[in-house]
């Protein structure tokens, strides 16, 4: 394996590259990087958000950007705002030590006079929607006539969004002779002939298995009644106390009703969709990657570009059409060399949806039983205990109320004392699943020939879709 100091990075870099934590490069990286730094080859690269591909591109560009001159040499086009700030943000981190280099995002939904002034003062890397990079074009603001490299991150999600018309144009306006890099999570006809037409006998890496999810993302279901989808959210939701996900709706009414339904019920969650204006849907993602929030009900649209590395799951309320959004979807969680988790709530009528994404993900999706409220309340409990043996108590305002709280208490036994405060904390669980009864997925309801043979509550785990082969 080949490290940082071997790559032939300038000591400027390799400085960046030890702030940023970075120890080892990552696969994508392994791959990427030599060939960017050495022969003037294209590239196709294979990979999902989260393997690290920002900088697998973005060191070696920063280390070829010639600071002397002003020109635009460097051209990165990606698919949301979101994303650009980010590239630009994780570029600037990259040349911390590398001499004056100007890293500009242009992207729509922001004023474009703003963004005229920055091209005007000379940017020498240009991350760009391709939208709003199309009206600069138009307005004379950016020149593109020195560019030598472009870059088109998440290629796939430019074409998904509709920009193939506006990445034709503007690849026409840049040099021919150029280096071209192509990234993208899956390979499709689109993207091979844009390859074809555009780029000069590209290499071709993989990352991870072509057309498949990322390595540590596991995959599990839920058989649901279409009318028991919210009920067994919450469910999941109560069962994972920790949990840090985004759930995936198909609409955006059917977003902010679930979104609703969450927040009414007294969970720490949000909406993001189209109908939220940006400065709506800046502040949702920005409480969201402080974990102020944790359960984010989005749109694939909105969702695009947010960029977070830590999330614990993946919930498909309603399953995609195309199993490549699937891909997109479950690509958010696993990331940075964490584990995580995708989970579907699919009903009876979705499960061919369900087959067709098995098929293309080619790895196990895990039936699981949908947890009971005893289960829940028990999860819970012995995650409030954990808490309360770990939590710090050493707070003099603690110390000073101390004295009169004892006497107040002073009729109650420990026991008693206890159960007063789980019931304070666990009102709502307890009221919710105490009275409450299970839910019961269609295939036990049924009771059906599909090989099942656990109880309510014995929790046996087993891989397999009703009709399919998985
Ligand atoms: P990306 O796929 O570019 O969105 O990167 C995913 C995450 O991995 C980002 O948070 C990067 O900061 C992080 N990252 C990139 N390269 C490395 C590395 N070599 N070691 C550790 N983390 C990295």
Request: proline share 4%; aromatic share 6%.
């Amino acid at each position: 394996m080949i490290n940082f100091e071997e790559m032939g990075f300038t000591p400027g870099i390799l400085k960046a590259i030890q702030e940023l934590g970075f120890e080892q490069p990552m696969p994508v990286q392994e791959k990427v990087i030599p060939l960017m730094l050495g022969d003037e080859c294209d590239i196709i690269a294979l990979a999902q958000t989260g393997t690290g591909k920002t900088a697998a591109f973005g060191l070696p560009l920063v280390q070829a950007t010639d600071t002397e001159t002003n020109s635009t040499q460097a051209l990165i086009l990606c698919p949301t705002r979101e994303l650009c700030m980010q590239i630009a943000g994780d570029l600037s981190d990259y040349s911390r030590y590398t001499g004056k280099l100007n890293i500009l995002a242009v992207y729509g939904g922001a004023s474009i006079d703003n963004q005229i002034r920055g091209l005007k003062k000379g940017a020498h890397i240009i991350v760009a929607t391709p939208g709003r990079l199309i009206d600069l074009i138009g307005r004379r603001a950016a020149k593109l006539n020195n560019v030598s490299t472009v870059i088109l991150d998440e290629a796939d999600e430019m074409l998904n969004m509709g920009f193939l018309d506006s990445i034709n144009e503007i690849l026409e306006e840049v040099p021919k002779e150029r280096r071209t890099l192509l990234f993208s999570a899956t390979m499709s006809s689109e993207i091979a002939s844009i390859a074809r037409k555009y780029m000069n006998d590209p290499i071709e890496i993989t990352i991870g298995t072509k057309n498949s999810s990322a390595e540590n993302v596991s995959h599990a279901y839920y058989l649901v009644h279409a009318k028991d989808k919210y009920k067994v959210l919450k469910r999941i939701a109560d069962f994972e106390p920790d949990i840090y996900a985004i759930v995936f709706c198909r609409t955006r009414i059917e977003t902010q009703d679930i979104a609703s339904k969450l927040i009414n019920d007294g969970y720490n969650a949000d909406a993001l969709h189209g109908d939220l204006s940006q400065a709506q849907r800046d502040t949702v993602m920005q409480k969201f990657r402080l974990k102020n929030l944790r359960i984010l009900v989005a749109t694939d649209v909105a969702a695009r570009g947010l960029d977070v590395d830590d999330l614990t799951h993946v919930i498909n309320f309603s399953l995609p059409d195309d199993p490549e959004i699937y891909l997109h979807r479950c690509g958010r969680t696993g990331r940075a060399g964490k584990t995580g988790i995708s989970i579907s709530l699919v009903h009876l009528r979705e499960k061919q949806n369900l087959q067709r994404i098995v098929r293309m993900v080619k790895k196990p999706f895990k039936a699981m039983p949908i947890p009971t409220g005893s289960e829940i309340c028990g999860k819970q409990l012995s995650s409030w205990v954990t808490k309360l043996e770990t939590v710090s108590t050493d707070h003099q305002e603690i110390e000073k109320l101390l004295p009169e709280i004892k006497l107040k208490l002073s009729g109650l036994d420990r026991e008693e004392l206890l159960k007063r405060v789980i019931s304070l904390e666990f009102d709502r669980f307890l009221d919710d699943y105490r009275h409450g009864e299970d839910l019961i997925d269609p295939i036990t309801e049924k009771d059906s020939s599909f090989e099942r043979s656990d109880k309510r509550g014995s929790r046996v785990q087993y891989t397999g879709i009703p009709g399919t082969a998985y």
